[in-house]
T-cell receptor
């Protein structure tokens, strides 16, 4: 079956760094997305990885290892506004988008 | 562009009633997705369209759910009859396609919060 695993919840301190992991087992792979979703709002796009390696975009970076079925989202210089859920999603070989359950990130002062 | 537009934003109805949710995608996008989100099940893809044609409706829970896209700028998701377990936030999202049949980042609408009593 298709499966995406993320930690349910993580807590970090303002100004620190946090890494949110995502592992996947899907029938094929055509790309991986990370989305951010604040409570009561719609998901918004953060990053897209299709090749191995690190993609950096400001305070956020996303890493992919296709051979390991693994990705992480790295958030630096955490701010209170980064408190949100972070969703990992994979496009499989049939171009179906498989979503993880999301990781709720709590930032403490 | 105004982004993806959904209506209504909130809907409260009684069990057995018909519910119609509406979506206007971003102009130029050729993919449209309908999602349902609950605390228990997370974000679930219900159906998606490419160039107004339904491509995958395997996520539609049962025959009570139906979706249409009569043109590139409008789609509806209908639940008839509605049941309390249909209570959720329903999101519409749109995207433009890339080569090979895949698609790019999805832009989500604000969602419709549906409560079925």
């Amino acid at each position: 079956g298709q499966n995406i695993d993320q930690p349910t919840e993580m807590t970090a301190t303002e100004g620190a760094i946090v890494q949110i992991n995502c592992t996947y087992q899907t029938s094929g792979f055509n790309g991986l997305f990370w989305y951010q979703q604040h409570a009561g709002e719609a998901p918004t796009f953060l990053s897209y990885n299709v090749l191995d390696g690190l993609e950096e975009k400001g305070r956020f970076s996303s890493f992919l290892s296709r051979s390991k079925g693994y990705s992480y989202l790295l958030l630096k210089e955490l701010q209170m506004k980064d408190s949100a859920s972070y969703l990992c999603a994979v496009i499989d070989s049939n171009y179906q988008l498989i979503w993880g359950a999301g990781t709720k990130l709590i930032i403490k002062p | 562009d105004a982004g993806v537009i959904q209506s209504p934003r909130h809907e409260v109805t009684e069990m057995g009633q018909e519910v119609t949710l509406r979506c206007k995608p971003i102009s130029g996008h050729d993919y449209l997705f309908w999602y349902r989100q609950t605390m228990m099940r997370g974000l679930e893809l219900l159906i998606y369209f490419n160039n107004n044609v339904p491509i995958d409706d395997s996520g539609m829970p049962e025959d009570r759910f139906s979706a249409k896209m009569p043109n590139a700028s409008f789609s509806t998701l209908k639940i008839q009859p509605s049941e309390p377990r249909d209570s959720a936030v329903y999101f519409c999202a749109s995207s433009w396609g890339s080569s090979g049949g895949s698609y790019n980042e999805q832009f989500f609408g604000p969602g419709t919060r549906l409560t079925v009593l």
